[in-house]
T-cell receptor
Framework: GAVVSQHPSRVICKSGTSVKIECRSLDFQATTMFWYRQFPKQSLMLMAT?????????EQGVEKDKFLINHASLTLSTLTVTSAHPEDSSFYICSASGTGKGNTEAFFGQGTRLTVV | RKEVEQDPGPFNVPEGATVAFNCTYS??????FFWYRQDCRKEPKLLMSVYSSGNEDGRFTAQLNRASQYISLLIRDSKLSDSATYLC??????????FGAGTILRVKS
């Protein structure tokens, strides 16, 4: 399958700071990227959908000013958690789909475990 | 009502057992369907797509009933390595995936 690389895999930050998570499609052009969040013992919940070159579409209840998404190129999307609080601690996962290998299914990054202390 | 519903389990089965998971979805316009597997603290990995005609991949058989909006996964001859959370996933459109909460499987020797 196609390769999606997510970085960092784990981050611990202080409350009030910002954290940037990167999601890269390594061998296909990702026209669409999805960002999910998963709390312990719960399912993945879609936070937002980003299309290359346009503003992200956020799901209901997700604050767009707190979770900044940038999808400036066909291989890279970033999620920035601004002014992080302990309740933002979660597992964040991106998935990408697009042309070529990514055309028929969405491929997931390895996930980022964020802990805010 | 949740968009994708699954029995959370856990299903505790001995090695070699056959186990079946069920899933229902609410959006009748959903386009495609999948079973993903998620190991603890890891990203989900695609196990198999699900087709209306039913499909099989080794020990795994998936079924889809569009009329009933029902999806199933059957695992035969369970292995210890099958222990994981199985996610029923529905593609509503454009690879926007909606996940069920997952069913936990524990296979014991």
């Amino acid at each position: 399958g196609a390769v999606v690389s997510q970085h960092p895999s784990r981050v611990i930050c202080k409350s009030g700071t910002s954290v940037k998570i990167e999601c890269r499609s390594l061998d296909f052009q990702a026209t669409t990227m999805f960002w999910y969040r998963q709390f312990p013992k719960q399912s993945l919940m879609l936070m937002a959908t980003s299309n290359e070159g346009s503003k992200a579409t956020y799901e209901q209840g997700v604050e767009k000013d707190k979770f900044l998404i940038n999808h400036a190129s066909l291989t890279l999307s970033t999620l920035t958690v601004t002014s992080a609080h302990p309740e933002d601690s979660s597992f964040y996962i991106c998935s990408a789909s697009g042309t070529g290998k990514g055309n028929t299914e969405a491929f997931f990054g390895q996930g980022t475990r964020l802990t805010v202390v | 009502r949740k968009e994708v519903e699954q029995d959370p389990g856990p299903f505790n089965v001995p090695e070699g057992a056959t186990v079946a998971f069920n899933c229902t979805y609410s959006n009748s316009a959903s386009q495609s369907f999948f079973w993903y597997r998620q190991d603890c603290r890891k990203e989900p990995k695609l196990l198999m797509s699900v087709y209306s005609s039913g499909n099989e991949d080794g020990r795994f058989t998936a079924q889809l009933n569009r009329a009933s909006q029902y999806i199933s996964l059957l695992i035969r001859d369970s292995k210890l390595s099958d222990s994981a959370t199985y996610l029923c996933v529905v593609n509503e459109y454009g690879n926007k995936l909606v996940f069920g909460a997952g069913t936990i499987l524990r296979v014991k020797s």
